[in-house]
């Protein structure tokens, strides 16, 4: 998959983007729907793939140049009971709510969805839905929460003491994904 023209397009939006693909420190991972898989079954695989690429991060954050690493969770193909949205919906909202509290940042942008970044500007469409991965930004991160107060205090103030994120809740997607639902959604800005 070739993502450098796109990368270069969303220069301007992340001044992290740059530095992050000279040292090499930016991935991608591919994965692709198989046909007649469930959403419930590909939700479960998107989450547990973004624990794998949180529990790479954790540790690479306190070495030199680690606020550059970050992993993009690409997903391909199509499900017939959902769209790419929907699918990355669930895993992106558990993630962050898991991780964003020791410091690590999950996005999400589908396919051709038109987003906005945190300077009002619009953000080039993504040719491919992916989730990224990566060091938290103390001062610019909790900017990306505003509709979530909570979660954004708890970025800004991280600390990322070894905890496992698992420890109250199992680590099986149905526990997770009612344990997120629980969680107060975000307020619309």
């Known amino acids: 998959m070739n993502v450098s023209g796109y ?6 939006h992340c ?3 740059q530095p992050s693909t000279a040292r ?7 994965y692709e729907i198989t046909p007649g898989t469930h959403r419930y079954a590909i939700e479960a695989e998107l989450f547990y793939a973004g624990v794998q690429a949180a529990e790479w991060i954790r540790p690479v954050m306190a070495r030199p ?18 769209g790419h949205r929907e699918l990355l919906d669930w895993p992106h909202w558990a993630l962050k709510n898991l991780y964003g509290p020791v410091g690590v940042m999950f996005g999400k942008f589908a396919k051709g969805a038109a ?22 930004v103390r001062p610019l991160d909790p900017k990306f929460l505003t509709g979530t107060p909570d979660l954004a205090a708890a970025v800004a103030g991280y600390v990322d003491d070894g905890r496992d994120v698992f420890e109250h809740i199992p680590c099986e997607w149905k ?15």
């Not at 987003?115 to 938290?136: K, M, N, Q, Y």
């Open 7 to 12: 990368l270069v397009t969303l220069q301007p």
């Open 15 to 17: 001044p992290f983007l």
């Open 24 to 30: 090499g420190m930016t991935g991608w991972t591919v």
């Open 65 to 82: 140049y680690g606020a550059l690493a970050c992993e993009n969770l690409v997903l391909v193909g199509q499900c017939a009971d959902a």
């Open 115 to 136: 987003e906005v970044g945190r300077a009002g500007h619009s953000i080039p469409l993504a040719p491919f839905s992916f989730l990224p991965v990566r060091t938290a």
């Open 175 to 189: 526990a997770v994904r009612e344990w997120a639902s629980s969680l107060a959604r975000p307020s619309k800005r």
